[in-house]
């Protein structure tokens, strides 16, 4: 994030933000600021209210107490000033959508009425089609693309009208190294080149650990917010977990070393114990 | 217009049309009676091919929101309210119209919270199916009647029928190219949908009283089991052969109207009911359809560049 944004006026904003289903806490007394060109990265373990914070800005889900706002607004659903990428599903075989119409969903498929392309809408589908590199395959029907594939374009739906704030739910989930970069290295351009801030819900973060500005962790009800360094720590995560959490940077990598808590990590657990 | 005053037809033939016709059409075989023939059942040539039309357009959707069975339910359980208005004495065609649309609202209200439509909707069939036997059992009249409304009765639509189905047909076909792009996006990715601001309870809800309008007017033709015929197989037929939603859209409203008046123009030939003919046709249609397909797939791989062996 540049010198120049950080003054900048915040892009969200959450002042004492909660969220209870019933009785359960999912997260509460949230204070968060964004700011134009910062990466946030947000991580926790299943259920610990992630993607549910995504809903909040998504203005798909009322806090249960405090506020939040975009660009000064309280938030609301259909803002053209948020992109969107929600989890990876892979779309059924028939769908009757060649790929540039499934990106002009993105552009117009909130609007009703005759639906007629118009030349500015086609040149637009076409521009972002060339952004997320899915020229090659803009005429295949989406049904017969690769998971990679179907989430450029995905990609490509969010970036329509540039947007000020991108929301992205898991966007690297079940993608191969390959398209785990480049779609992580759209969503860092988008950030630094056109100074939207990116909030990215991730299981793993080392794929775009480059990228991230600060981390928010969410576990037990509570949450922790701060740079990489700040938060993927041992005592940190231990304290937020209750529990003994061991952070260990491998190669550049960071790994979590949870036993008891049900954790995404594991996975890399495993392999670093096995390596040991 | 009266069509049987305006062919010359005997006095007879205008009072009891159904009798009559059934009569005219055993004893026309000559290409001269059957033009006669045609004309009198043009109402119903006429209603099959908007129908048609409106069935392909919507049969893109139900494939989309995968819900062929949804249909065939609601179809069921119009002819409950098909059978209680004939036992009530009132109009058969408004009976289903109000048994579709109730079923359709009462699946999608069930439906809304936990989008599991097809458990909804197999609870509802079997129920809303036995209210019918129930009614048409309590029903004194002529049987034909009650066959009628399972298997499609459509040569007797006169000129009001025709007007309303045709009318309430182009108001469904109006309403889904209006509401094309977010009907498609809720279908397509509810999720992102809802995120861009498509309210896609209210769309979910709209979907399924219209469906439930297009599932009473359809009952009209191919009859309450055989529905699917004209609302799901055109629409899966052309999903085979394309993925470009303009090119899907025409293409099944082609195969749909086909099918329709095509059966309508065999049966008259003869004494077997339209909806055999019908279901026929948009099967072998389908049929057609996934064979293209399959060799259109094997031509694509025959065309793939082939693999090169590793050296060893």
């Given at each position: 994030?540049?010198?120049?944004?950080?003054?900048?006026?915040?892009?969200?904003?959450?002042?004492?933000?909660?969220?209870?289903?019933?009785?359960?806490?999912?997260?509460?007394?949230?204070?968060?600021?964004?700011?134009?060109?910062?990466?946030?990265?947000?991580?926790?373990?299943?259920?610990?209210?992630?993607?549910?914070?995504?809903?909040?800005?998504?203005?798909?889900?009322?806090?249960?107490?405090?506020?939040?706002?975009?660009?000064?607004?309280p938030v609301r659903r259909g803002s053209s000033r948020v992109g969107y990428i929600p989890q990876q599903q892979s779309l059924p075989a028939e769908t009757p959508l060649r790929a540039r119409d499934l990106v002009a969903l993105g552009l117009n498929g909130h609007r009703w009425g005759i639906?007629?392309?118009?030349?500015?809408?086609?040149?637009?589908?076409?521009?972002?089609?060339?952004?997320?590199?899915?020229?090659?395959?803009?005429?295949?029907?989406?049904?017969?693309?690769?998971?990679?594939?179907q989430q450029r374009l995905r990609a490509a739906q969010a970036l329509a009208g540039n947007p000020d704030v991108?929301?992205?739910?898991?966007?690297?989930?079940?993608?191969?190294?390959?398209?785990?970069?480049?779609?992580?290295?759209?969503?860092?351009?988008?950030?630094?080149?056109?100074?939207?801030?990116?909030?990215?819900?991730?299981?793993?973060?080392?794929?775009?650990?480059?990228?991230?500005?600060?981390?928010?962790?969410?576990?037990?009800?509570?949450?922790?917010?701060?740079?990489?360094?700040?938060?993927?720590?041992?005592?940190?995560?231990?304290?937020?977990y209750d529990a003994p959490v061991d952070v260990v940077e491998h190669k550049g990598r960071l790994i979590v070393l949870a036993d008891h808590v049900e954790h995404h990590h594991e996975h890399d657990a495993d392999t670093i114990r096995e390596a040991l | 217009m009266n069509l049987a005053a305006s062919l010359?037809?005997?006095?007879?033939?205008?009072?009891?049309?159904?009798?009559?016709?059934?009569?005219?059409?055993?004893?026309?075989?000559?290409?001269?009676?059957?033009?006669?023939?045609?004309?009198?059942?043009?109402?119903?040539?006429?209603?099959?091919?908007?129908?048609?039309?409106?069935?392909?357009?919507?049969?893109?959707?139900?494939?989309?929101?995968?819900?062929?069975?949804?249909?065939?339910?609601i179809a069921e359980i119009s002819f409950a309210g098909a059978a209680l208005f004939l036992l009530l004495g009132l109009n058969v065609v408004?009976?289903?119209?109000?048994?579709?649309?109730?079923?359709?609202?009462?699946?999608?209200?069930?439906?809304?919270?936990?989008?599991?439509?097809?458990?909804?909707?197999?609870?509802?069939?079997?129920?809303?199916?036995?209210?019918?036997?129930?009614?048409?059992?309590?029903?004194q009249g002529r049987s034909a009647n009650q066959f009628g409304?399972?298997?499609?009765?459509?040569?007797?639509?006169?000129?009001?029928q025709t007007r309303t189905l045709v009318t309430v047909a182009v108001i469904i076909s109006v309403v889904l190219v209006l509401l094309w792009?977010?009907?498609?996006?809720?279908?397509?990715?509810?999720?992102?949908?809802?995120?861009?601001?498509?309210?896609?309870?209210?769309?979910?809800?709209?979907?399924?009283?219209?469906?439930?309008?297009?599932?009473?007017?359809?009952?009209q033709v191919v009859g309450a089991l055989l529905v699917l015929s004209l609302l799901v197989v055109p629409a899966a037929a052309a999903l085979k052969v394309s993925h470009r939603p303009l090119t899907v859209v025409l293409l099944a409203m082609g195969f749909g109207v086909f099918s329709a008046v095509a059966g309508i123009m065999i049966a008259i030939t003869g004494t077997i009911p339209i909806s055999p003919y019908i279901t026929t046709i948009s099967f072998l249609i389908y049929l057609g359809c996934l064979l293209v397909a399959r060799r259109r797939r094997r031509v694509s791989i025959r065309k793939a560049p082939p693999v090169i062996p590793a050296a060893s």
């Open positions: 994030m540049t010198e120049h944004s950080r003054h900048a006026a915040p892009v969200i904003r959450l002042r004492q933000a909660g969220i209870s289903f019933g009785r359960r806490t999912l997260w509460e007394n949230l204070d968060l600021e964004v700011h134009p060109g910062e990466f946030l990265a947000v991580l926790g373990p299943n259920g610990s209210g992630k993607s549910t914070f995504l809903k909040v800005l998504l203005g798909l889900q009322d806090l249960s107490t405090g506020t939040a706002e975009i660009l000064g607004e639906p007629w392309k118009s030349a500015r809408t086609r040149a637009a589908v076409e521009e972002l089609l060339q952004r997320v590199g899915a020229e090659a395959y803009a005429d295949q029907p989406v049904g017969v693309l690769s998971g990679g594939e991108l929301l992205c739910d898991e966007p690297l989930h079940s993608l191969d190294l390959q398209h785990q970069q480049a779609i992580a290295e759209l969503l860092t351009t988008q950030a630094s080149q056109r100074e939207a801030a990116v909030v990215f819900v991730t299981h793993e973060i080392n794929p775009i650990i480059e990228a991230v500005d600060r981390v928010v962790y969410f576990a037990r009800g509570q949450y922790r917010i701060g740079t990489v360094s700040e938060v993927m720590r041992s005592e940190v995560l231990s304290e937020l | 010359n037809l005997p006095a007879s033939l205008a009072e009891s049309p159904p009798l009559a016709l059934v009569e005219r059409i055993r004893s026309s075989y000559t290409l001269e009676g059957y033009w006669d023939l045609f004309q009198l059942v043009q109402n119903s040539v006429i209603t099959a091919a908007v129908l048609g039309l409106m069935g392909g357009i919507f049969g893109v959707f139900i494939a989309l929101r995968r819900a062929g069975l949804v249909v065939h339910g408004a009976g289903s119209a109000v048994g579709a649309v109730a079923a359709a609202v009462l699946i999608g209200v069930l439906s809304l919270r936990d989008r599991e439509v097809s458990a909804v909707t197999a609870v509802l069939m079997p129920f809303g199916m036995g209210l019918g036997i129930l009614f048409l059992h309590l029903y409304l399972l298997t499609g009765q459509i040569v007797g639509v006169d000129d009001i792009r977010p009907l498609l996006f809720a279908s397509v990715d509810p999720e992102l949908a809802a995120a861009r601001g498509v309210n896609t309870s209210v769309l979910s809800m709209i979907f399924m009283v219209l469906m439930g309008l297009a599932v009473a007017m359809s009952v």
